[in-house]
Structures are given as structure tokens and as C-alpha cells.
């Protein structure tokens, strides 16, 4: 079915902010030829009117819209969207209600061509990244030195609360541009560093930000290898520790876009990190403990994870709903009856579980599941550095007894 098939009733039109003028004429005439035109009050505004036909602003929330949407099928449709509608936009949202042979899309340049056109920026060297309608704390782990990021506001005071966040972490000498409605007669640019941003006026809702990473010694920058000091976390000493944890992620061998089960999870390093690891990671962080539970939301926002999921409450009761997962670790809770049950049943064929024991009840019951299920037991022993009077001396931590079994 190719593009001018009857059978794709439903249009899709990336629009700049110079309107009309900025159409092409294959835009131009899917807006005009379309029974209902919908878009927001912005987008709608930018289109002349047709004696005829139906105009729809985008109610909130968007997906109120969609029933009728549908309904309409075979009539034709024109959707308006800011720039390209498949980058963040409309345009993505709508291709899960509707097969591509239905739609017809026609993307305009996008805030980040935009942006990179205006900076002389290398597009694809770029983090290009969307805080509208998600937290702040996403840019988090692009905070890199030397980086560059170009990040679709969420609304006029985004570029100052950013400004205050890169200056908490370190990055107060990061240049940042704002890009206020990029392509139309209000275009405005802003530059300076995030000290000199950190108090600036609110600025146009429609705005861009290009930020240039600077970090000044000392600043908290995520490394991209598994094991974060242990003190980058809020805990009450149930976390993996630091040396262990980088051999459970290596043993639980994340992959783009899985699903991670962090069973007893105290202070929810194992998830933060296996979430770390690819933005389209995911975890559901399992706790009981309510301090613990509230130290896990706390360390998962101020490590850029904002999305990790917290299931409160014990295993395996607690495991009941939740999304088959690709991977588990069992941290605490093995000696609960049907705990490692219940996460081996759930987890999908494939899928790696990891769950570590540093008492003999525990490693009884991974010693039990090894001749079981079976996999590869190992047992580390880390030491560090402390004082012995006035020298230093070896100080071995608890060994750990890692069991590791693929599913069938």
C-alpha cells in the first residue's frame, strides 16, 4: 500500500513554528483534504481555516481523544504535531493504536535539527533527550564532561531548575543556550553557565536547551562501568557492596530493554544500576521495609532513574501482578518459604537469576537449588584497607556465595 492509498485515513503533519508557509505542498494538501483537523490550540492556530471542516484541540489528558480517534477510521484525518511527530511526539503515541499501511507521516525538522542547525552542532555526536512531562533527573547519567546534550523543555522554568541541578552536582560552569520558538518570528537565544542560569526569569514555554558539560573537580559524574562506592547511596548497611555488585551485574549480563526483579532490595543499588545500564532498562525494586522502601525512591531519582518501580511489601506475596521479568536477583528474603519459587516460575525462558548468600542458611538453600536447577556457584571474599593501630591492614569483608542459573 503506497502513500496516496485510500487505506491510510489517518494523516500526521509535523508543523514549525512558521506555520503554514513552512508546509510543503504534499502537507499542505493531506491539512486541507482532511474531514477533522486535530492538534493543539498552538498547532490549529498556525493553519487557515476550511469552511467544512472539523477542528479538534487535544483534550487532557491526550489519550481521552483516542476512542474517537479510532472511530473515525476510513475518514480521513489530519493530525498537526510540532516538528518531526515520530521524536517524542504525537506521532510515536498514535503508531501503537494504529498499523503504519493506515498512516501517512510527514515529519517538519525537528527541535534538534533545529538546535544542532543553529549551533553547528554534530547531530549524531549529540545526547538528544525530553524532559516534557518526565522528571528533570533523566539528564543525570548524560552528565558527563565534555558532553553534549540537546533537551526538549518542559516548560518556561525547566532551563533555570536545570541550571540549579547541574550546579548541586558539580557542573555550575556547564554553558548552556536556550532556544526559545526555534523557526518562527519569536525566536530568542540565551546563553550563559548554569551559575549565571540557576536564577533566570522564566523564559518561553516552547523552549530548547543545549548544554555543554563542564565539570569542575570533585562532581559527581556517573561512571559507565557497574560498582558505584557505596556511599553514593542512602543506606542502613543492606546494600550489596560495591565489589559485589559489579560481579552480580556482571553476572546478571543486562541486555537492552529488560526487565529486572531486585528481590529484597534495601537500598535498590542493584536495580539503579541494572537501569543504568540502558535507558530502556527497567526494575521493579521489591522492599518491605518502609525506610528502606523510601531510600530506594530517594537513590533512584538522585541517580537518574526516576522510573524504577517499587513493589512494597514481602516476597513472594509481594511478587503476585508484577510484570514477567527477564532477569531476578534475590538479595534478601531466601530462606522465606517459596521466595526463590516463586521468582523462578515467573521468570521468562532465558532469563538470568542471580541471588547472592553470606550466612549458611542462605548458602544451604543456593547449594539446594544448584543441585536443582543448576547453574555455577562461586563464593568471593573481598578485603579493604583499615586501620591496625598505628599501620593498616587487610580487613576481609563477609564472603559471598553467588549462585547464577540460566532458564530453559
Same mark, same amino acid.
Given at each position: 500500500? &503506497?502513500?496516496?492509498?485510500?487505506?491510510?485515513?489517518?494523516?500526521?503533519?509535523?508543523? $514549525?513554528?512558521?506555520?503554514?508557509?513552512?508546509?510543503?505542498?504534499?502537507?499542505?494538501?493531506?491539512?486541507?483534504?482532511? !474531514?477533522?483537523?486535530?492538534?493543539?490550540?498552538?498547532?490549529?492556530?498556525?493553519?487557515?481555516? =476550511?469552511?467544512?471542516?472539523?477542528?479538534?484541540?487535544?483534550?487532557?489528558?491526550?489519550? &481521552?481523544?483516542?476512542?474517537?480517534?479510532?472511530?473515525?477510521?476510513?475518514?480521513?484525518?489530519?493530525? #498537526?504535531?510540532?516538528?518531526?511527530?515520530?521524536?517524542?511526539?504525537?506521532?510515536?503515541?498514535?503508531?501503537?493504536?494504529?498499523?503504519?499501511? !493506515?498512516?501517512?507521516?510527514?515529519?517538519?525538522?525537528?527541535?534538534?535539527?533545529?538546535?544542532?542547525?543553529?549551533?553547528?552542532?554534530?547531530?549524531? !555526536?549529540?545526547?538528544?533527550?525530553?524532559? *516534557?512531562?518526565?522528571? +528533570?533527573?533523566?539528564?543525570?547519567?548524560?552528565?558527563?564532561?565534555?558532553?553534549?546534550?540537546?533537551?526538549?523543555?518542559?516548560?518556561?522554568?525547566?532551563?533555570?531548575?536545570?541550571?540549579?541541578?547541574?550546579?548541586? =552536582?558539580?557542573?555550575?560552569?556547564? =554553558?548552556?543556550?536556550?532556544?526559545?520558538?526555534?523557526?518562527?518570528?519569536?525566536?530568542?537565544?540565551?546563553?550563559?553557565?548554569?551559575? $549565571?542560569?540557576?536564577?533566570?526569569?522564566?523564559?518561553? &514555554?516552547? %523552549?530548547?536547551?543545549?548544554?555543554?558539560?563542564?565539570? !569542575?573537580?570533585?562532581?559527581?559524574?556517573?561512571?559507565?562501568?557497574?560498582?558505584?562506592?557505596?556511599?553514593? /547511596?542512602?543506606? &542502613?548497611?543492606?546494600?550489596? @557492596?560495591?565489589?559485589?555488585?559489579?560481579?552480580?551485574?556482571?553476572?546478571?549480563?543486562?541486555?537492552?530493554?529488560?526487565?529486572?526483579?531486585?528481590?529484597?532490595?534495601?537500598?535498590?543499588?542493584?536495580?539503579?544500576?541494572?537501569?543504568?545500564?540502558?535507558?530502556?532498562?527497567?526494575?521493579?525494586?521489591?522492599? *518491605?521495609?518502609?525506610?528502606?522502601?523510601?531510600?530506594?525512591?530517594? %537513590?533512584?531519582?538522585?541517580?537518574?532513574?526516576?522510573?524504577?518501580? #517499587?513493589?512494597?511489601?514481602?516476597?513472594?506475596?509481594?511478587?503476585?501482578?508484577?510484570?514477567?521479568?527477564?532477569?531476578? /536477583?534475590?538479595?534478601? $528474603?531466601?530462606?522465606?518459604?517459596?521466595?526463590?519459587?516463586?521468582?523462578?516460575?515467573?521468570? @521468562?525462558?532465558?532469563?538470568?537469576?542471580?541471588? %547472592?548468600?553470606?550466612?549458611?542458611?542462605?548458602?544451604?538453600?543456593?547449594?539446594?537449588?544448584?543441585?536443582?536447577?543448576? $547453574?555455577? +556457584?562461586?563464593?568471593?571474599?573481598?578485603?579493604?584497607?583499615?586501620?591496625?593501630?598505628?599501620?593498616?591492614?587487610?580487613?576481609?569483608?563477609?564472603?559471598?556465595?553467588?549462585?547464577?542459573?540460566? @532458564?530453559?
Amino acid at each position: 500500500m &503506497d502513500s496516496t492509498s485510500p487505506g491510510r485515513w489517518l494523516s500526521i503533519v509535523g508543523i $514549525g513554528e512558521d506555520g503554514w508557509d513552512g508546509l510543503s505542498p504534499a502537507a499542505r494538501a493531506l491539512v486541507t483534504q482532511a !474531514e477533522r483537523l486535530i492538534g493543539g490550540a498552538r498547532h490549529l492556530s498556525l493553519v487557515p481555516e =476550511r469552511p467544512g471542516q472539523q477542528r479538534e484541540s487535544w483534550p487532557s489528558p491526550l489519550s &481521552d481523544a483516542f476512542p474517537a480517534l479510532l472511530e473515525r477510521r476510513g475518514r480521513p484525518v489530519c493530525v #498537526l504535531a510540532s516538528g518531526d511527530p515520530s521524536w517524542y511526539g504525537i506521532g510515536a503515541t498514535l503508531s501503537r493504536l494504529v498499523a503504519a499501511e !493506515e498512516m501517512r507521516v510527514i515529519p517538519a525538522p525537528s527541535a534538534f535539527s533545529l538546535a544542532a542547525a543553529r549551533l553547528g552542532w554534530a547531530l549524531q !555526536e549529540t545526547v538528544c533527550l525530553t524532559v *516534557h512531562g518526565r522528571p +528533570l533527573d533523566l539528564v543525570v547519567p548524560h552528565l558527563q564532561p565534555g558532553a553534549r546534550l540537546l533537551i526538549l523543555s518542559w516548560d518556561g522554568t525547566t532551563p533555570s531548575r536545570l541550571a540549579t541541578l547541574l550546579c548541586r =552536582r558539580g557542573f555550575a560552569a556547564s =554553558r548552556l543556550t536556550v532556544l526559545e520558538a526555534m523557526g518562527g518570528p519569536r525566536e530568542r537565544r540565551s546563553d550563559g553557565t548554569a551559575a $549565571g542560569m540557576a536564577a533566570a526569569d522564566r523564559m518561553a &514555554d516552547l %523552549n530548547t536547551i543545549a548544554l555543554e558539560c563542564v565539570a !569542575e573537580p570533585g562532581a559527581r559524574v556517573l561512571p559507565l562501568a557497574p560498582g558505584l562506592p557505596d556511599e553514593w /547511596f542512602e543506606h &542502613d548497611g543492606q546494600i550489596t @557492596k560495591r565489589e559485589m555488585r559489579a560481579v552480580t551485574l556482571s553476572f546478571l549480563a543486562p541486555r537492552r530493554g529488560e526487565l529486572l526483579w531486585d528481590v529484597g532490595a534495601g537500598s535498590g543499588s542493584i536495580g539503579i544500576e541494572w537501569m543504568l545500564c540502558d535507558p530502556a532498562n527497567r526494575a521493579v525494586a521489591v522492599e *518491605h521495609h518502609e525506610e528502606r522502601a523510601a531510600r530506594i525512591l530517594a %537513590n533512584a531519582a538522585a541517580f537518574g532513574v526516576p522510573g524504577l518501580e #517499587l513493589a512494597r511489601g514481602k516476597a513472594p506475596d509481594a511478587l503476585a501482578g508484577l510484570p514477567a521479568p527477564d532477569a531476578v /536477583f534475590i538479595g534478601g $528474603g531466601l530462606t522465606a518459604a517459596g521466595v526463590l519459587d516463586a521468582c523462578w516460575e515467573a521468570l @521468562k525462558p532465558g532469563g538470568r537469576l542471580v541471588a %547472592n548468600a553470606v550466612t549458611l542458611e542462605t548458602e544451604a538453600v543456593l547449594i539446594e537449588a544448584h543441585w536443582r536447577l543448576g $547453574g555455577t +556457584l562461586s563464593q568471593i571474599a573481598v578485603s579493604r584497607v583499615g586501620a591496625v593501630g598505628g599501620f593498616r591492614g587487610w580487613r576481609p569483608l563477609m564472603p559471598v556465595t553467588l549462585w547464577q542459573v540460566e @532458564k530453559p
